[in-house]
């Protein structure tokens, strides 16, 4: 089991990771001292498998809960499955001192960090990410949103967690596709920071699939360590410093939204939102040759696409002016120049942007 130290002053907290560490979650809780009542956001398929496990650690540690289940899908992020959570807390929270637990992937992470935000103006709340998207990603930093139906994560907060408490354990009940998934996000962190990681999947990245303890544990250790110290430096994303974890995403929402969120998963979307800002980089003379194909063999290698298949060309640069990263008419793409180093890029011509999406399809 490892630990990581997120350091935000009043607002810091700790990243436990572990395998089969879910029975230690009760009395973590009660360390924490946040609350005897549990209001624990889920879906039915993790419930029904982990629920009861939960439920022994949470009582044994003088815990109360209650589960609410949502739909395992991006439908949940929506301003109707925000309104009928918010309903429902209130009849639970009467006589008691309640905090939210997100038990799931990152819809639910996302879903149940912004009404933890937003109800009775903040309460506490803790992630137990049950996917690798969410445990090396969404599930640290504060992020917390949902959708609108013109784009991805339109409304939301920065609210940070009390804590981030990663079974690996969890992982193993995962389809492929959802560690794929995961995984685009570590190609990520090893892009923008971390050339030794980027190596590591280059060689490794079959152990994941397998759910390789060793593997599992390295890649999430490093991944959260990568995003919890940018977070320290730029927590609200207002000195560039965390804009770098966007890279491949602008795009990769884009066309997330202009499939309406059915066609891609997340992690789908921005391994070609990544492909694109590299063939973008490569089109501005910032990004080799070399690299973009370093980046797209491992992409394909690791089961992810590199072609974006019937979504039309003008919906996706639609949903793309919806992104909340423009400043005012002003577009701002991460790209980088090698594997490690990154650059922040505003106003890339649209014919440009245009070009290289009909590339890709």
């Known amino acids: 089991m490892k630990a990581i130290r997120l350091n935000l002053k009043k607002r810091s907290y700790g990243i436990i990771i572990g395998s089969n560490i879910i029975g230690l979650l009760g009395s973590c809780l009660k360390k924490l001292n946040i609350g005897t009542d549990a209001y624990v956001i889920t879906n039915a398929r993790i419930k029904n498998k982990y629920g009861a496990k ?27 499955s925000l309104s009928g959570v918010i309903e429902d807390i209130v009849d639970f929270d009467k006589k008691r001192k309640i905090f939210i637990i997100a038990f799931g992937g990152g819809v639910i992470g996302d879903l149940a960090g912004f009404v933890a935000s937003i109800y009775k103006r903040g309460i506490p709340y803790v992630q137990v990410p049950t996917t690798l998207l969410a445990q090396v990603d969404s599930s640290i930093g504060g992020k917390t949103a949902v959708d609108l139906t013109q784009g991805k994560n339109l409304v939301g907060a920065f609210y940070q967690p009390k804590v981030v408490f990663s079974d690996l354990g969890l992982l193993k009940s995962l389809e492929i596709r959802q ?24 060689k490794r990245h079959k152990d994941i699939f397998k759910c390789n303890a060793r593997a599992l544990l390295n890649i999430v250790w490093r991944s959260s360590l990568i995003k919890a110290r940018i977070v320290e430096q730029d927590e609200r994303e207002e000195k560039g410093l965390r804009t770098i974890l ?32 590299c063939d973008i980089g490569r089109e501005l003379g ?7 194909i370093r980046i797209e063999r491992l992409i394909k290698a690791a089961g992810l696409p590199a072609r974006i298949k019937k979504i039309p060309v003008n919906n996706i640069i639609k949903a793309y002016y919806r992104d909340k990263k423009f400043i005012g008419a002003r577009n701002r793409l991460v790209l980088i120049r090698n594997i490690g180093r990154t650059k922040i890029v505003e106003n890339i011509p649209l014919e440009l942007i245009k070009k290289v999406l009909r590339g890709r399809i």
Not at 191 to 200: A, E, R, S, T
Not at 286 to 292: E, R, S, V
């Open 179 to 202: 560690l794929r998934s995961g995984l685009a996000e570590v190609i990520k962190y090893g892009i923008i920071k971390d050339p030794k990681l980027f190596v590591y999947l280059e």
């Open 286 to 292: 910032l990004t080799g040759n070399k690299t973009c």
């Open 246 to 277: 966007n890279f491949g995403h602008t795009l990769g929402h884009a066309i997330e939204a202009a499939a309406g969120f059915k066609k891609y998963n997340h992690g789908e979307a921005i391994a070609l939102g990544m492909l694109l800002a």
């Open 54 to 80: 939960v439920s022994k650690s949470l009582k044994a540690a003088g815990i109360n809960l209650k589960f609410k289940l949502v739909a395992d899908t991006e439908k949940s992020k929506s301003i109707a």
